[in-house]
């Protein structure tokens, strides 16, 4: 059974909660079985929008998109520079 046929029997089930995963599995069955098929996430882009945010917000503004980008990587590419290379 594929999963169109799957998503109209149980939105037309009469269980409220069965109508309602019905609705949510004809809105993002393919994503779901995706899941299944390659048991992989957007987590990890999703945990770097995050970051990205944190840096945008903790810096109230950078002077300009060069500083902005060199941060991101600096940050979400977990680099770090020897003390040595400072000086």
């Known amino acids: 059974m ?3 046929a799957l ?3 149980v939105c037309n089930s ?3 909660e069965k109508k309602k995963f019905g609705e949510l599995f004809t809105r993002n069955g393919e994503e779901i079985l995706n899941y299944f098929l ?3 996430t957007n987590a990890i882009l999703e945990g ?3 970051k990205i945010s944190i840096i945008k917000n903790r810096a109230r503004g950078f002077k300009n ?3 902005f980008i060199n ?3 600096f940050i979400c590419g977990e680099l770090s520079f020897p003390i ?4």
Do not use: G, P
């Not at 040595?84 to 000086?87: A, D, F, L």
């Open 38 to 40: 390659t048991f992989r």
């Open 84 to 87: 040595s290379s400072i000086m």
């Open 71 to 73: 941060m991101i990587y």
């Open 14 to 16: 009469e269980i409220v």
């Open 7 to 9: 998503a109209l029997e």
């Open 48 to 50: 770097f929008n995050s």
């Open 65 to 67: 998109l060069k500083n």
């Open 2 to 4: 594929d999963y169109e």
